[in-house]
């Protein structure tokens, strides 16, 4: 490992004890930072721009969504979105990227999984969403979306790890909403939650810079 990505992984583990505790700047800070220094290991080993954009986006949106209030959260929410569109081109656009793969074989039932998964989380979060129904129900194509997108590259070689991240991060938006708009206040999975959501989230932003920059690993 390089010595910025062993200083994210640092971070990552020193941020798992503060992951239930309430907003605060330390853990503000470490969270992302666990996720800037992966910006930066990627722009140290030019990776592509894509990736670096995407991961500072997320790093961002690691920020706002560790304050608190509501603008924050829509503002991280925003920032995510975004870093889910530079992740959708910077898939799209690599050489060994093929669309056409996406019409073909078990990625077409994957695809239908992504639609089955988007209509049930929209189903479901829309009435519990309130005033944060519009951007909740905006975002959740575009992570599927990006999800779709990561069928397109071959799964071979440094690059078939986009997938696998890409579901992982999946994974972890939808404990995340669960976690936020659907569990009751007091439940019992409530205890647990943030210690899913964390490893699998910056689990995928590792991957994604092995896949794109294994030499910013």
Known sequence: MTALTLAAFALALAYLPLVARNPGLLRSVVKTGS??????????????????????????????????????????????????????VLFLTREAADPAQLTTGWRVAALAGFGLLGAAMAARLAPRAGALRLPVLVYIPIILGMGACALALPPEGALALALP??????????????EVFLFR???????????????LYWGAQAGFLAAFAPSGL
């Open 35 to 88: 996720v800037l220094l992966l910006a930066g290991a990627a722009a140290l080993a030019q990776a592509p721009a894509l990736l670096i954009l995407a991961l500072a986006l997320c790093a961002l949106g690691d920020w706002c969504l560790s304050r608190p209030g509501e603008r924050a959260f829509m503002a991280g929410v925003g920032a995510f979105a975004a870093g889910h569109l530079a992740y959708i």
């Open 185 to 199: 206040p007091g439940h019992r999975l409530l205890t647990l939650t943030p210690y899913a959501v964390w490893p």
């Open 165 to 178: 991240a890409a579901l992982a991060f999946i994974v972890s938006d939808v404990i995340l909403a669960w």
